[in-house]
Structures are given as structure tokens and as C-alpha cells.
């Protein structure tokens, strides 16, 4: 996995500062690289870091930058060359081809020529799948589930009935999709079910993280769009709607039927209720409560961070009184003007 | 799965208005519903769309209602029908009928005769399976789990030791039931294990949702009540008891020996904390905290939406001050009054 | 499993006071306990109970507390005693021994020759198991994973490629450990996939929980200490740093960089941002939003207890104005000075 300095420059358009048959065997970064290793600066404060760095060359975004180190690629930005690197660097992993001969694929299943199946995976009747894409071990794709083209499922997945998956997707290990959305009607002191009649469709170049669940629609789908990026242990309910582009950071919980728009930056722990809308371009910090839609563009909030407990059990106490002091303010404030008032008036 | 209005309407004791002999395939939303579907209509705001609908049928609660469409059901109760006709339009999903020849079945185990067990199922020592009962590809039963009737298990569920399954109940994927609840003792800078010598009962009719843990008791059983449901990545510490027909929403936890009572609804990202006790009839709205007992029914809250992220930083320092500006405020209080006192005085 | 109460007072350096022969068959708790049990009193609020409880014999702290039952286990602390004692009534769970036929071992894999291997499990190439290890049904092992001693795994778990686990580890069922960091370079309006080079390395005597997950670094590796104790349904994301004898409660989520102290405590529903600093002997109290570095040891919170809903909806409104009503009350106090230094003037 080793390439020259000029092979990796050529591959996003930059241009080598000294040695252009330097080889490169690993990324690094500034702080730990070896002289075997690229690193990237991307941030302007780590910018005494090119002073000191052991690496062999860095990612840089000007020539000036590019003359504080020995070897360099000057790139317009280096984060993203970094992660277009990257790629040249991921290990071989894959121990299979073909299918595994403990994989118990149903007859009626078309899988493409050069589909990988692990071991022990289960392919059910009507399964489609299409060229490229890879089944980890222990996976589940119950009847009638269909995947595009390269996408790849990492071990002990489980696609329920009928789930679509578009090209390019990767699904990470323990998540779920296609479970069934939590739908209940009261009915004399007991829940009756409402079985989940939908599905769940993913667009393409959806990364699913690990032990995230996405349930089906009780009537329609659940629909998750192109190039949307959701990390671990997120909650996606039935029927919810996610735009292209979106990216939802870990531990978020997303109730049903709410439908997020393009190019949103969800962060962790944030909770959406249900039914809500919420449009484009829209930015949620971290543990965040979404209870009303949002229609104007831009970055919400209702995270308090911490504070030393002994002082934020004070601040919660006074909380708790906030309407009464907020009462008393008032009426000391009209007392002191009915007070000013007379004064003025003498 | 077609069925005429007249059947289904025989099915939830409703009245035909219009065609009985009209076929039905789907079920389908007033928005969406072609002419081969049943729609319903459960919340009075979308009576409107009654006028527009292309939905064959509509269940409605109402004569009045169903004058509204060409074909309807009038029913008590619209979304309940719905949901009790939801069960005709379930597909089969089923792949495998048996025990699959890839499951490991120990011969200690005893399973009725019609139990289906999908491929690489493992079914540990003295496991015991009712009548009915359906187990998905990959699950795991360990020794001593005992399930009831009619229970199913979707794929890659895994039940520890000794774990007890009511009739009737469904549990998702991914779903744990019985690890370690999360219980040490300090020693000298260390946790020593105390291992976990209960187990976890779960009654009738249970619905456990994908990627959710009920961790199994320290010495006594963890249990789940007849007729719960617990949504997808819902996390119950050891010891906890839940009272029947209550309902936890996702991405809730719930700490270990918390005592919680029978039909209490729990909305998702709540956090409860251990050792309470909350009665019956109590509704905890979302992402709320819980760290005193409940002992009055009603809906209780702590969770706060959000605002827009600059609004919500101001807001955030003024609370952080809050302690302080309540003195200052009682102090501009005394202040004001006594000098009030002293003008009245003269 | 059964033991007389000589041989467990000799097991924690304890004194009988009462019948050494007496038969210990369980244990159990002070409320429910039989006379073939023994019980322990760890909190002083509940020592009422030994005047009541049918334990056979209890572990106390003193004599005088010895002297209110009729056999006691006197320790200088029972809750750790009772913890030592726990480990002698495991029930054997393990049905298989040896490497299980059904189980999928790459001929390059190493395994000690007592490593106990499951049902279906899949161990890729190059995996190194040190002896005494347990890999549950269904476990995936991918290329170049490496065990320690004494490690048991649970059924269902997913270990990513080159992932490390030290000596005596524990690890729940469908948690994940290497799955990759959620790492995206912007790119035109979509993401590049950052792909992730680093691995997980756990210390010795870790326990991870059901259903966690723990991903592998961008560069370098994510690093869990020795005796680090996961609940369940946490995230950790990349590259995150946690100290030795720390204990995280259960969903609680760590952001991507986070480096956390040695014997930390950090309790359920908490959200720590990245690329913090939180130095050792930190608390963290339920449901904290941790946004900023904790340089000084302590409790820390953020957490607000619930309210009736009625009440909680007024003091959101209030809080929601605080900065006007703080901005009011300055106005206030300015009007009432300037007042009363004109009076004190005249």
C-alpha cells in the first residue's frame, strides 16, 4: 500500500514541494507521523506543528505553508485530499469470494456474478442484489430485500422484508433496518398493533453506523435520501423523510413521520418529536430538544452544558421559582413606578 | 390479501356504507390511497381530506362521515378498526417452515412441534419453546431460556440464560435480553464483577423493539409486565419492574431497581433514574429526567425545546446567573420596601 | 453450587458468628431471602431488616450487627464480600467446549487449544485467542483481531479488523467494537468518506455492554484502559482516550477525540462533545450536557429533574425571557438608585 509522493499528488490535483519519489506508506498526523508517513494541515491553529512534525510530507494549502517543511502537496484543501487519500490506504480485510458455503442463500435470490457472501450469512427468497456489493458474515436480508450496486453490508446486519437499499451504501454492524415502527391503538386499557405495512428505502451513498435502527413505514416508507451520512445508535421511527446530504451524529433519536431536508447537520443526542418538519440547511447542536418544526435555515439549540453540581443544583433551584420571581419582579416594578409616579407628580 | 368491504367491515363490527362486494388490497393514507385501498380517518383536522381522497374506502366514525365518500365503514372507533385490519394485510415473510437443517438445536431442548427455527438459530440446554412460536435466522437461546406461545423472535435477537418469554410476544433484532445488569463493588481503585444472578421475566404479549436491552437482575429477576411495549434502542437496567400495558418510547433508559406502574405512557429520550418508583397512569414526555419517584399520575416534563442557537447562548448565561440575580433581586426587594415603609411612616 | 457458611467466610476473610456448617445455596436479598441463603447489609437505612429477614445468614460489618441474626459473615466491607461471593454462584451457562463444528475458523487463525468456540462463529484470518478465552454463538472475529487471556465474548458479537482486547475482558452481546469513526471531508454540497485507518485497543478487565459500540480510529487508534467498565447502549466514537478504572453507565455518548481520566464515574443519558479534555476523579451526573474540558476534579451536571408538565411549561416560558427580565430587573435597580441617592442627596 505504499505510493510516491507524486503518485498521491497526481490523485488530487496538487502539486509536490520537494521530493516527488518520496514513498509513502501510511497518513499520520502532525503530532505522531513517522518520516513514512503523510500527514495534513487543516486547521490554521496547528500551524506550529509544521515546525516539529516528524512527517515525511504534509497536505498543505499554500506554498507558503509548503516552505516550512521539507516535502509537501499543496492542495486548495487538504481536508478534503486527506480523505480522498484515505481510500489508498485501507487495509485488505475480506477473507471470502463467492459465496460462503455456510451462507443459506434461498433459490429464488439473484445475486449479481460477484456478490461476496460471508459466512453464515441468510439470503431469503426474492432477494435482489446488485454487482460489487459485499455481504459480511452473520448478515440477514429477509425476502425480498434489494441492494444496488458496491454496497456493503458489515457483519451480523438485518434487513427485514422488502427494504431497499440504493448503490453504494454502507451499512455498519448490528444496525437494523426494516424493523417495525412503534404503532399502537389504545384499545380498552390495552395496545393493539398496528402492523407496519411500509418499508424503508435508502438512496445511494447512505452510511448507516453501528446498532442504528430505521424502522418501516405503517402505511408508506420510511425514506432516507442520497449521500445522507447517520452514525451509530441513532433511532430513525417509522415514516420519517431525510434529504439528500443530511448527517446525523451518534445517539440521536428521531420520532415518526417527521421529515428533515437536505444538507442538515444533526448533532449527537438530539432528540426530533414526531410530525414535525424541519427544512434545509438547518444545524442542531448537541442534545438538542426539537419539539416545534423549523422553517427558517440556520443553527438551534436547547443543550445547557455542566456546570460543578453544588453550583448547578443552586441554578436548578431558582429555576424551579423563575415564574414566582418573575411575578414578584412585576409587581415590585409596578410599585416602584406607581411610587416614581406620585413623586413625579408632587 | 384482498378482501371485500363487506369482510372487513364483518371484522372490526362495522357498518357498509355503499359497495360490500368492493375488493380491498391495501390499506393506504387519505393522501396517497389509490381506489383498491382502505384509508381511515382517526383525527378530525383531516376531515378535508375526505373531499379529495382516491381512496376506495375510508373507515369513519360517523354516518355523517361516510356521506362524505362513496364507500365507507363506520366504526366506534376508526384508527383502532384500522389497526385491528392491519393484521389481514401482513405479507408472509416467512422463508422456512421447521427447524432449518443449519440451526444447532441441543437434544435437551424441547420445542413443540410446530415451532419454525430459521438457519444458524442456536438453542442452547434445556431451552423450552411453545406451541407457535417462530424463531428468526441467527438468534441465539441460551441455556434455559424458556419462551411461550405464539412468541416470534426476529433475526439476530439473543437471550442469555435462564431468560423467561411470556405468550404472544415479539421481539426485534438486535434486541439483548438478559445481559449483565451493570453492578460493581469499589475495591482499592478497582470494580470487582458482581455477577448477575437473576434473570429477566417478561409477561404476555410484550413487544421488545430492535437494538433494546433489558439487562437480566443482580440477585432477584428483572421484570416486564403483560402487554408492554418498548421501542427500538430502549435501555432497562437490572432490577427494574414495569407494571402491565405500560409503553416506553425509543432511545429511553431506565436505571437498575426502579419500580414502574401499569399503563403509563414514557416518551423517547427519557432518562430515569435508579432506585424510584413511579405509579400508574403517568406520562413522561420526551427526553425528560427523571430522579424522584412519582407518586401522583399525571404528565410530568423536564425536557426544553430549542430556540435559535444565538437566542439560546444568551439565554443560557443569563440562567448560569440566575442564583445571583435572585439575590440582587430580593435585595432591590427590601431595599424598595423598606424604604417604602419609612415614606409611609412619615 | 452449594458451600457452607465456614468455607465462604474463609473466601472473604471473614468471621462466622453462628453455625459454620450451615448450608449456603444462594444468595439473597435481606426482603426476600430463605434460610438457604445468605444476605448482606451494605447500607445502614436498611438495618431494620435483619430483625425481620429469613436470610440464613447475613454479611455485616460488626459484631453488633452479628449479634441480630442468628449467623452472620462479619467483613470490613460486605457489599465488596458479597461481590467476591457472587462469582461463586455462576451458574454453568456454557453448552459447548472445544471449537463447535458448526463454527468458520480461517486456517491462519491462532487459538490457545483450550479457547472454547461457539455455534456459527466466524473467525477471519490471522485472529490470535490467548488461552482460556470464550467466543459466543454467532461472534465475528474479522482478519487480524487478537484476544488476550481469560476474554469471553457473548453471542452476537462484532469485532472489527485488527481490533485488540487485553486479558479478562467481558464483552456483551451486539456491541461492536471497530466499526469505522463518522469521518466526512465536505465536498460540493456531499461528503467524502474519511476511511478510518486507526483501530480499538481495550486494556485488561474490561466489560462492554449489549449493544455498545466502540468505533476504530481515523489515524491513530481509540484507546479503552484497563479495568474501564461499559454499560449498555453507549457510543464512542473515534479516537476518544478513556483512563484506567473508569465506568460509564449506560447510553451515555462520547464524541470523536474525548480524552477522559483514570476512575472517572459518568452516569447514564450523558453527551460528551469532542476533543475535550476531562482529567481524572471527574463526576458526571445523569443526563449532563458535557461541552467544554473538566481541569479540576469534582461531581458536574446538567441535568434538570422533572416537573408536572402544567408547571414545567410556565418555567419554560419564563426561562425562554430571562434575558429580558434580566435586562429589566438592571434597568429596575439603576431607576431605584439613581431615586434613592437623589433622596439621600436632598
Excluded at 477473507?95 to 442463500?105: K, L, M
Excluded at 460471508?118 to 459480511?136: K, L, R, T
Excluded at 427485514?160 to 440504493?166: E, T
Aim: proline letters at 3%; a negative charge; glycine letters at 10%.
Amino acid at each position: 500500500m505504499s505510493h510516491t509522493l507524486g503518485q498521491l499528488a497526481a490523485n488530487v490535483q496538487g502539486v509536490v514541494k520537494g521530493n516527488p519519489n518520496l514513498i509513502i506508506e501510511k497518513l499520520g498526523t502532525l503530532e505522531n507521523a513517522t518520516p513514512q508517513e503523510l500527514s495534513f494541515l487543516a486547521n490554521p491553529k496547528y500551524q506550529s506543528q509544521l515546525a516539529t512534525t516528524s512527517a515525511g510530507a504534509v497536505l498543505v494549502k499554500t506554498e507558503e505553508l509548503a516552505q516550512l517543511v521539507e516535502n509537501a502537496i499543496v492542495v486548495a484543501n487538504p481536508y478534503l485530499a486527506f480523505a480522498q487519500l484515505s481510500t489508498l490506504f485501507v487495509p485488505r480485510t475480506q477473507c471470502w469470494s463467492g459465496i460462503h458455503p455456510s451462507a443459506v442463500v434461498s433459490s429464488t435470490a439473484q445475486l449479481a456474478s460477484d456478490v461476496v457472501v460471508g459466512p453464515n450469512v441468510v439470503i431469503d427468497d426474492n432477494v435482489v442484489i446488485a454487482e460489487g456489493s459485499v455481504i459480511g458474515a452473520g448478515c440477514v436480508l429477509s425476502r425480498g430485500v434489494r441492494l444496488g450496486k458496491n454496497t456493503k453490508l458489515y457483519p451480523n446486519v438485518t434487513l427485514y422484508h422488502d427494504v431497499v437499499l440504493g448503490d453504494s451504501c454502507i451499512i455498519h454492524s448490528a444496525a437494523v433496518i426494516g424493523a417495525d415502527g412503534f404503532g399502537f391503538a389504545p384499545n380498552e386499557g390495552c395496545w393493539e398493533k398496528i402492523h407496519q405495512l411500509g418499508s424503508v428505502v435508502l438512496g445511494d451513498a447512505v452510511e448507516v453506523g453501528a446498532s442504528t435502527t430505521i424502522d418501516r413505514g405503517a402505511i408508506e416508507n420510511t425514506l432516507i435520501g442520497n449521500g445522507v451520512k447517520i452514525d451509530n445508535q441513532v433511532q430513525i421511527a417509522h415514516n420519517v423523510i431525510i434529504g439528500d446530504n443530511t448527517a446525523i451524529a451518534a445517539s440521536t433519536a428521531i420520532a415518526g413521520s417527521t421529515k428533515i431536508g437536505a444538507l442538515c447537520t444533526i448533532s449527537g443526542g438530539v432528540c426530533i418529536a414526531g410530525h414535525l418538519t424541519i427544512i434545509d440547511h438547518v444545524h442542531i447542536t448537541g442534545m438538542s430538544l426539537i419539539s416545534n418544526s423549523i422553517l427558517e435555515s440556520g443553527s438551534y439549540s436547547s443543550g445547557m452544558g455542566m456546570e460543578p453540581t453544588s453550583k448547578w443544583r443552586r441554578t436548578v433551584a431558582r429555576v424551579r421559582r423563575i415564574d414566582d420571581m418573575a411575578k414578584q419582579f412585576l409587581q415590585l416594578k409596578q410599585q416602584v413606578n406607581k411610587f416614581l409616579e406620585k413623586v413625579d407628580n408632587k
